[in-house]
C-alpha cells in the first residue's frame, strides 16, 4: 500500500488541504476547510468519485474521516 492513505489523499484532494492534516478522527467543525461548504464540496467529490449520490441522509452521515473511509470500502471492486 502507498504511504499516503488513498481516502486521506481523497478527502486531503477535496477540502483542499495537506494529506498530512488528514487525521482518522478528522471531523466536519475540526479543521477551518471543513466546514458546510467544505462538507458540500466533499459531499460533491464522493458522487463525482464513487457514486454516493448527495442526499441529505448521506451529508449527515459523512462527517468524519472514518465514516468516508467505512463508505468508499464498500464501494471498492473486491
Known sequence: MDSIDPVR???ANALKIDPGQVTD?????GIPQWDS???INLMMA???EYGI???E????RY???SAIAETIARHQPA
Open 46 to 48: 464522493l458522487e463525482a
Open 37 to 39: 461548504f467544505g462538507h
Open 63 to 65: 462527517i468524519s474521516v
Open 57 to 60: 441522509e448521506n451529508v449527515l
Open 53 to 55: 449520490p448527495v442526499t
Open 25 to 29: 478522527t478528522l471531523a466536519l467543525g
Open 9 to 11: 489523499t481523497f478527502v
